[in-house]
C-alpha cells in the first residue's frame, strides 16, 4: 500500500486506523505494544476466516522460534484491550486446538494517512459486514480509474463539487487498493527487498506471478477456486514465448495468504504480479484481478469480472488475454490463437475439473481422480482435463504405489488430450515425464525438444528436458537444462524436485545449496538427508530421513531414507524389513520408477545385503536408468564392486548410456 493510504476498520464502539497505528473506542485511544497491534490487525483482516496457531505465529515472529504460550499471551492482551472476557466471544472466537477468529462485524475505509486519524462521514465500506450482500460492497463503476495510475498515486484522484462527493471520490479511488491483497499486510512490512532476497528482473522477458484469487466470503466449499481459476490463467499463458509465467507449483504456498508484493515478488523473482479476489453469492460470481508493475508500483490493469457462476471458463479467457494486452507483447500467430476463447465445455464438468486441480495441488491424487473422472463423464471433449487425469494417475502411481493399470491410464489419458488438442504443453510435458520414469527416456526426448522448438522459454520443458537426461547419464546437460529451468523461474519444481545431476556428480554441498532452505517436504527432507549421508555426516542425515518417513511413510524415497536410517543405527535387519515391503509392494502393483529403484540398490548395499541390491541395481538399469557416468565411481555401490554379477550388469549400463548419448547429442 502507498505510505499516503491507510487502512480504517470499525467493529462495534471501537477504530483500528493502521495509518495512526491506534486502536480507539470512541476518541479515546487504548494503549497496545506493537505486537498486541498487530495480533489484533491480524485477526481483523481476517475477515471472520479461522487464523491458525501456526499461522499466526509465523506472521507475528517470523524469524524467531517461540512458545505457543507467546500467541496466548497476545491473545489474551487483545481481549483486555476489546473488553472481552475469555468465555464472551464477542470478537474473538478460540477454535479449540486449531486458532482464533475474529467474529464481529468489520466496516473498512482506506483514507489517506493525513486523515485516517478523523472519522470519514459518508464514506462507503470496502468489505462487507458478514450480513451484508458481498458483491453489493465494492461500487461496479470502479473499473473508470485510469489504468496507468501509480498504486501510490491512484488515492489522490479526486470529484469536485460537494465535500460528501469529494470524500466518496477519495474512497472509489482507494478501492483500486482496497481489492488488492497485497495491502493486507502492508503496515507490517516494509516496501524494501529482504535482506538476501534476489533483485527484481527488469530486463529481458517480462516475468508475472498469478498469485491464488482470495475468497471474501470464508466459506470452504468455494475456497477451491481461488487455485484453480489462477492455474487455470497460467495454463492459459503457458504458450506465450514472450512471457515467462511461474507455474502453479511456484504460487500454490500464497493460498489463503496475506500477501505483501515486494517480497513476494522478490521471493518470485517476477517483475509483474497478477493478484485478485473473488466473491461468490449462488449463481453469480465476481472476480477483481489486476496486474501490477512492481517496480513502478502501477496498476496496469484492473477489471471486475461479473458473471455467472456457469460461465467460469471466460475467466482464463479474459484474464490471459489482458495480461497480454497490459505488457504490451507481440504474440506470433499460433501464440494469438491459443489465446482464442476455448471451446465450449459443459459448466459443471468445469467445476469438477478446478476441483480436481485443486485437489491435486494438495497431493490428495485418489480424490482428485474421482473429480475429474466425474468431470470426464460429463463432457468427454475438455482436453485438458485428460491431460490432469492422466497426471493425476501417474502421481499416484509413482508415490502411493498405484502400480501398472494407473500407469496405462495415464498413458491412455495423454494420448486421448493429444488427440483432442494435438500441440497442448500439458500433456506432452506429463507424458514425456511417464515415458522417463517407465523406461522409455529415449521416447521423451524427442516430446520434450519438439515442444521446446515452440516454445524455448519454457521452464517446464527444460526441467523435464533435465530429468530425462539424467537417466540417460548425460549428467552435464542435465544439470545445464535444470539451471536454464531455473534461470527462467528460480522456483520451477523447487518443492518438489531437486537438480540429482549435482547429487551424481559428487557435487555434494551444490546440490544442498539447490534445494529450498526450509522446505519441510517428504522428498526433498529424503534428498537432504542423502546428500548429507554422501559427505558422511550420519547424524545429519538419520535426522533428515526419520523427519521424511514422519512426514509420508508411504513415499518409496522416504521409505529407503529409513532403511538408511537403519543402517547408521546398525539395525539392519529392520532396514531389510522395510525395503522388502516396499519391494513388495512395487512387484505387486508394478510400480516403474527405476531411479527409486535404484536407491533401494543403494540401500540394500548399505545394509549388506548385496544379493537384494544386485537384483534392484538390474531392475533399475533394465527398467531405465542407466546413468552409467554416476553408478562406476557411486560410493554407495562399493560394497557390489568385487561382485562379477556387477561388472556385467555395469557393462549393460554403460552400453545403455553410450547408444543414448550416440543418438541424441
Same mark, same amino acid.
Given at each position: 500500500?502507498?505510505?499516503?493510504?491507510?487502512?480504517?476498520?470499525?467493529?462495534?464502539?471501537?477504530?483500528?486506523?493502521?495509518?495512526?497505528?491506534?486502536?480507539?473506542?470512541?476518541?479515546?485511544?487504548?494503549?497496545?505494544?506493537?505486537?498486541?497491534?498487530?495480533?489484533? +490487525?491480524?485477526?481483523?483482516?481476517?475477515?471472520?476466516?479461522?487464523?491458525?496457531?501456526?499461522?499466526?505465529?509465523?506472521?507475528?515472529?517470523?524469524?524467531?522460534?517461540?512458545?505457543?504460550?507467546?500467541?496466548?499471551?497476545?491473545?489474551?492482551? #487483545?481481549?483486555?484491550?476489546?473488553?472481552?472476557?475469555?468465555?464472551? !466471544?464477542?470478537?474473538?472466537?478460540?477454535?479449540?486446538?486449531?486458532?482464533?477468529?475474529?467474529?464481529?462485524?468489520? *466496516?473498512?475505509?482506506?483514507?489517506?494517512?493525513?486523515?485516517?486519524?478523523?472519522?470519514?462521514?459518508?464514506?462507503?465500506?470496502? *468489505? +462487507?459486514?458478514?450480513?451484508?450482500?458481498?458483491?453489493?460492497?465494492?461500487?461496479?463503476?470502479?473499473?473508470?480509474?485510469?489504468?496507468?495510475?501509480?498504486?501510490?498515486?491512484?488515492?489522490?484522484?479526486?470529484?469536485?463539487?460537494?465535500?460528501?462527493?469529494?470524500?466518496?471520490?477519495?474512497?472509489?479511488? !482507494?478501492?483500486?487498493?482496497?481489492?488488492?491483497? !497485497? #495491502?493486507?499486510?502492508?503496515?507490517?512490512?516494509?516496501?524494501?527487498?529482504?535482506?538476501?532476497?534476489?533483485?527484481?528482473?527488469?530486463?529481458?522477458?517480462?516475468?508475472?506471478?498469478?498469485?491464488?484469487?482470495?475468497?471474501?466470503?470464508?466459506?470452504?466449499?468455494?475456497?477451491?477456486?481461488?487455485?484453480?481459476?489462477?492455474?487455470?490463467?497460467?495454463?492459459?499463458?503457458?504458450?506465450?514465448?514472450?512471457?515467462?509465467?511461474?507455474?502453479?507449483?511456484?504460487?500454490?504456498?500464497?493460498?489463503?495468504?496475506?500477501?505483501?508484493?515486494?517480497?513476494?515478488?522478490?521471493?518470485? =523473482?517476477?517483475?509483474?504480479?497478477?493478484?485478485?479476489?473473488? *466473491?461468490?453469492?449462488?449463481?453469480?460470481?465476481?472476480?477483481?484481478?489486476?496486474?501490477? =508493475?512492481?517496480?513502478?508500483?502501477?496498476?496496469?490493469?484492473?477489471?471486475?469480472?461479473?458473471?455467472?457462476?456457469?460461465?467460469?471458463?471466460?475467466?482464463?479467457?479474459?484474464?490471459?488475454?489482458?495480461?497480454?494486452?497490459?505488457?504490451?507483447?507481440?504474440?506470433?500467430?499460433?501464440?494469438?490463437?491459443?489465446?482464442?476463447?476455448?471451446?465450449?465445455?459443459?459448466?459443471? +464438468?468445469? &467445476?469438477?475439473?478446478?476441483?480436481?486441480?485443486?485437489?491435486?495441488?494438495?497431493?490428495?491424487?485418489?480424490?482428485?481422480?474421482?473429480?475429474?473422472?466425474?468431470?470426464?463423464?460429463?463432457?468427454?471433449?475438455?482436453?485438458?482435463?485428460?491431460?490432469?487425469?492422466?497426471?493425476?494417475?501417474?502421481?499416484?502411481?509413482?508415490?502411493?504405489?498405484?502400480?501398472?493399470?494407473?500407469?496405462?491410464?495415464?498413458?491412455?489419458?495423454?494420448?486421448?488430450?493429444?488427440?483432442?488438442?494435438?500441440?497442448?504443453?500439458? !500433456?506432452?510435458?506429463?507424458?514425456?515425464?511417464?515415458?522417463?520414469?517407465?523406461?522409455?527416456?529415449?521416447?521423451?526426448?524427442?516430446? @520434450?525438444?519438439?515442444?521446446?522448438?515452440?516454445?524455448?522459454?519454457?521452464?517446464?520443458?527444460?526441467?523435464?528436458?533435465?530429468?530425462?537426461?539424467?537417466?540417460?547419464?548425460?549428467?552435464?546437460?542435465?544439470?545445464?537444462?535444470? &539451471?536454464?529451468?531455473?534461470? @527462467?523461474?528460480?522456483?520451477?519444481?523447487?518443492?518438489?524436485?531437486?537438480?540429482?545431476?549435482?547429487?551424481?556428480?559428487?557435487?555434494?554441498?551444490?546440490?544442498?545449496?539447490?534445494?529450498? &532452505?526450509?522446505? =519441510?517436504?517428504?522428498?526433498?527432507?529424503?534428498?537432504?538427508?542423502?546428500?548429507?549421508?554422501?559427505?558422511?555426516?550420519?547424524?545429519?542425515?538419520?535426522?533428515?530421513?526419520?523427519?521424511?518417513?514422519?512426514?509420508?511413510?508411504?513415499?518409496?524415497?522416504?521409505?529407503?531414507?529409513? +532403511?538408511?536410517?537403519?543402517?547408521?543405527?546398525?539395525?539392519?535387519?529392520?532396514?531389510?524389513?522395510?525395503?522388502?515391503?516396499?519391494?513388495?509392494?512395487?512387484?505387486?502393483?508394478?510400480?516403474?520408477?527405476?531411479?527409486?529403484?535404484?536407491?533401494?540398490?543403494?540401500?540394500?548395499?548399505? @545394509?549388506?545385503?548385496?544379493?537384494?541390491?544386485?537384483?534392484?541395481?538390474?531392475?533399475?538399469?533394465?527398467?531405465?536408468?542407466?546413468?552409467?557416468?554416476?553408478?562406476?565411481?557411486?560410493?554407495?555401490?562399493?560394497?557390489?564392486?568385487?561382485?562379477?554379477?556387477?561388472?556385467?550388469?555395469?557393462?549393460?549400463?554403460?552400453?545403455?548410456?553410450?547408444?543414448?548419448?550416440?543418438?541424441?547429442?
Amino acid at each position: 500500500m502507498s505510505d499516503n493510504l491507510a487502512r480504517v476498520f470499525e467493529f462495534g464502539p471501537f477504530i483500528l486506523d493502521t495509518g495512526q497505528h491506534v486502536l480507539r473506542r470512541g476518541q479515546e485511544p487504548i494503549p497496545l505494544t506493537p505486537k498486541t497491534f498487530d495480533m489484533l +490487525a491480524l485477526l481483523v483482516m481476517s475477515r471472520g476466516r479461522m487464523l491458525t496457531k501456526e499461522e499466526l505465529m509465523r506472521m507475528l515472529w517470523p524469524d524467531s522460534f517461540v512458545e505457543e504460550s507467546n500467541l496466548t499471551q497476545q491473545i489474551s492482551m #487483545v481481549r483486555r484491550a476489546l473488553g472481552e472476557n475469555a468465555g464472551d !466471544a464477542r470478537y474473538i472466537v478460540t477454535i479449540p486446538g486449531r486458532g482464533y477468529r475474529f467474529a464481529a462485524s468489520v *466496516v473498512e475505509q482506506i483514507v489517506p494517512t493525513a486523515l485516517s486519524s478523523e472519522a470519514l462521514p459518508g464514506a462507503s465500506s470496502v *468489505v +462487507a459486514a458478514p450480513d451484508q450482500d458481498p458483491l453489493s460492497a465494492a461500487p461496479l463503476d470502479i473499473a473508470v480509474v485510469d489504468a496507468e495510475v501509480p498504486i501510490e498515486q491512484s488515492a489522490a484522484l479526486s470529484t469536485t463539487g460537494s465535500p460528501a462527493k469529494h470524500v466518496r471520490g477519495w474512497i472509489l479511488a !482507494a478501492i483500486l487498493v482496497a481489492v488488492c491483497l !497485497a #495491502v493486507a499486510l502492508a503496515f507490517l512490512f516494509r516496501r524494501t527487498v529482504p535482506s538476501g532476497g534476489r533483485p527484481f528482473r527488469t530486463q529481458g522477458l517480462p516475468t508475472v506471478a498469478i498469485l491464488p484469487f482470495h475468497n471474501l466470503q470464508p466459506d470452504p466449499r468455494n475456497d477451491f477456486l481461488g487455485f484453480s481459476l489462477a492455474d487455470a490463467v497460467i495454463t492459459k499463458l503457458g504458450y506465450v514465448s514472450a512471457l515467462t509465467v511461474r507455474p502453479s507449483s511456484a504460487v500454490e504456498k500464497y493460498r489463503n495468504q496475506i500477501i505483501d508484493i515486494p517480497k513476494v515478488a522478490a521471493d518470485l =523473482d517476477v517483475n509483474t504480479l497478477l493478484m485478485g479476489n473473488f *466473491v461468490r453469492e449462488g449463481d453469480r460470481l465476481r472476480i477483481t484481478p489486476q496486474l501490477i =508493475d512492481v517496480k513502478s508500483q502501477k496498476i496496469l490493469w484492473r477489471e471486475t469480472l461479473d458473471l455467472k457462476y456457469d460461465n467460469l471458463l471466460a475467466v482464463q479467457d479474459d484474464v490471459s488475454v489482458k495480461i497480454v494486452q497490459g505488457l504490451a507483447l507481440n504474440l506470433s500467430s499460433s501464440e494469438a490463437e491459443r489465446l482464442k476463447s476455448a471451446a465450449p465445455v459443459n459448466p459443471l +464438468a468445469y &467445476e469438477y475439473y478446478l476441483r480436481g486441480i485443486d485437489l491435486y495441488s494438495r497431493n490428495d491424487f485418489p480424490t482428485a481422480i474421482k473429480m475429474l473422472e466425474k468431470s470426464l463423464e460429463i463432457d468427454p471433449k475438455y482436453a485438458l482435463t485428460w491431460a490432469h487425469l492422466g497426471q493425476a494417475y501417474q502421481a499416484n502411481a509413482s508415490f502411493n504405489y498405484g502400480g501398472r493399470n494407473q500407469y496405462r491410464s495415464a498413458q491412455a489419458a495423454y494420448e486421448r488430450a493429444l488427440a483432442l488438442d494435438p500441440d497442448q504443453i500439458e !500433456a506432452r510435458i506429463f507424458m514425456a515425464n511417464l515415458f522417463t520414469d517407465t523406461g522409455r527416456v529415449a521416447e521423451s526426448v524427442p516430446i @520434450l525438444r519438439h515442444a521446446l522448438s515452440t516454445n524455448p522459454n519454457h521452464p517446464e520443458l527444460h526441467w523435464e528436458l533435465g530429468y530425462a537426461y539424467r537417466f540417460g547419464g548425460m549428467l552435464d546437460e542435465s544439470a545445464a537444462e535444470c &539451471e536454464r529451468a531455473r534461470q @527462467l523461474d528460480p522456483g520451477v519444481k523447487l518443492n518438489s524436485s531437486a537438480i540429482n545431476a549435482y547429487l551424481y556428480r559428487g557435487e555434494y554441498d551444490k546440490f544442498l545449496a539447490s534445494l529450498p &532452505e526450509s522446505s =519441510d517436504v517428504a522428498f526433498l527432507m529424503f534428498y537432504r538427508g542423502f546428500a548429507e549421508y554422501y559427505r558422511k555426516n550420519e547424524t545429519e542425515a538419520a535426522t533428515a530421513f526419520d523427519r521424511a518417513y514422519k512426514l509420508d511413510p508411504n513415499l518409496m524415497q522416504a521409505q529407503v531414507g529409513k +532403511a538408511l536410517s537403519y543402517a547408521i543405527a546398525h539395525q539392519n535387519q529392520d532396514g531389510i524389513a522395510l525395503l522388502r515391503e516396499a519391494e513388495r509392494k512395487i512387484d505387486q502393483r508394478d510400480v516403474r520408477d527405476p531411479e527409486a529403484l535404484y536407491k533401494i540398490a543403494q540401500a540394500y548395499a548399505a @545394509l549388506g545385503d548385496p544379493a537384494s541390491a544386485l537384483h534392484a541395481l538390474e531392475r533399475s538399469i533394465d527398467g531405465g536408468f542407466f546413468a552409467y557416468p554416476y553408478q562406476k565411481t557411486d560410493p554407495l555401490l562399493d560394497p557390489l564392486r568385487t561382485s562379477p554379477e556387477f561388472t556385467r550388469l555395469l557393462a549393460i549400463s554403460q552400453a545403455r548410456h553410450e547408444a543414448f548419448r550416440a543418438r541424441f547429442f
